[in-house]
C-alpha cells in the first residue's frame, strides 16, 4: 500500500497486484478453490458448446448450403471454407464473452474474495454496492463489447502482412483493459463512486489498470489459466483499488478526489 499522498500507480506495480492477488492461496486456499468455480463452469460450457459444434458444423453447413448439392468439387470447397469461418468465428465469439460471463455468473464467489481482501488490508468494508441485477447488466455490456471488439479485430485481420499479428496484439490490450476497469469498479462503487468518479480517480493510474489487466489476460494464454487466475484477480484488483484510494487526501461528496 502507498502512502496517502504518494504518485502514480505504475505498469508493473498494477501487473504485480496479480501475484499478490495469489497469495490468499496461502492464506485462505477454501475461498480462492470456491472463486475458481465461476471460471470453471463457464469453461465447461462454452467448451462443450464448441466441440458439440465441430463435431456437427459439416452437417450444419451443408443444410445451410442445399443449392450446392451439384457442384461437385466446388460444394466441398465452398462447405469446408465455411465450416472454417463457423468454427473460428465461434471460437472468436467464446473468448469475446467468456471473462463477461464469467463475471456475470461469479459475482456471488467473487464478493465473498472482495469482502475477505477489503477486511485483510483493514477498515471496514463498504456496505454500498452495486447488486446482482447490476452486475449482470454490466457483465451485458462488457459482452456486447467483446462481440464489439471481436469484429473490428477480424476486419483488421485482413490486412495485408501485419493484419494477423496487430489483431492479436490489439485485442489482447484491449481485453486486458477492459477486464481491469470492471474488476477495479467493484471496490469502488462500493464507496459510492460513480462512473465518472471512477475514471477521474484511475486517470493518473491508467498504466497500472492495464498492467493489473495484461497480467491477467496473460494467464488466459495457459490451458485452464482463466480458471486460476480469476480469484487471484478480483483480490489484485482490490489491493490496487485501495492502494489508489489511500493516494488522494480526500472525495467530496459526489465521489471525487477533492
Do not use: C, N
Request: aromatic share 8%.
Amino acid at each position: 500500500m502507498g502512502g496517502p499522498l504518494g504518485g502514480p500507480v505504475g505498469f508493473a506495480q498494477g501487473a504485480a497486484y496479480v501475484v499478490k492477488g495469489f497469495g490468499l492461496w496461502r492464506t485462505r486456499p477454501g475461498l480462492m478453490l470456491l472463486g475458481m468455480v465461476p471460471a470453471l463452469i463457464v469453461l465447461v460450457l462454452v467448451g462443450g458448446s464448441l466441440v458439440a459444434l465441430a463435431l456437427t458444423v459439416s452437417d450444419l453447413v451443408a443444410w445451410l448450403t442445399p443449392f450446392a448439392d451439384g457442384w461437385g468439387t466446388g460444394a466441398t470447397v465452398l462447405r469446408l471454407g465455411l465450416a472454417v469461418l463457423t468454427v473460428v468465428g465461434a471460437v472468436l465469439l467464446a473468448i469475446a464473452t467468456f471473462t463477461a460471463l464469467t463475471l456475470a455468473i461469479g459475482d456471488p464467489f467473487y464478493e465473498r474474495i472482495w469482502k475477505e481482501t477489503e477486511l485483510m488490508l483493514g477498515g471496514d468494508v463498504p456496505d454500498e454496492g452495486p447488486g446482482f441485477w447490476r452486475s449482470v447488466r454490466d457483465g451485458l455490456v462488457l459482452m456486447a463489447y467483446g462481440l464489439l471488439t471481436a469484429v473490428v479485430l477480424i476486419v483488421i485481420g485482413f490486412l495485408p502482412v501485419v493484419g494477423a499479428i496487430a489483431g492479436v496484439a490489439l485485442g489482447f490490450v484491449v481485453a486486458g483493459r477492459v477486464l481491469a476497469g470492471e474488476l477495479v469498479s467493484r471496490p469502488l462503487e462500493a464507496r459510492g463512486l460513480d462512473r465518472a468518479a471512477r475514471r477521474d480517480l484511475l486517470r493518473p493510474h491508467r498504466s497500472a489498470v492495464l498492467g493489473l489487466g495484461l497480467a491477467t489476460q496473460a494467464f488466459f494464454l495457459v490451458p485452464f489459466g482463466a480458471v486460476a487466475v480469476m480469484p487471484a484477480a478480483v483480490a489484485g484488483s482490490t489491493m490496487l483499488a485501495r492502494d489508489v484510494l489511500d493516494r488522494v487526501p480526500a472525495r467530496s461528496p459526489s465521489g471525487r478526489p477533492g
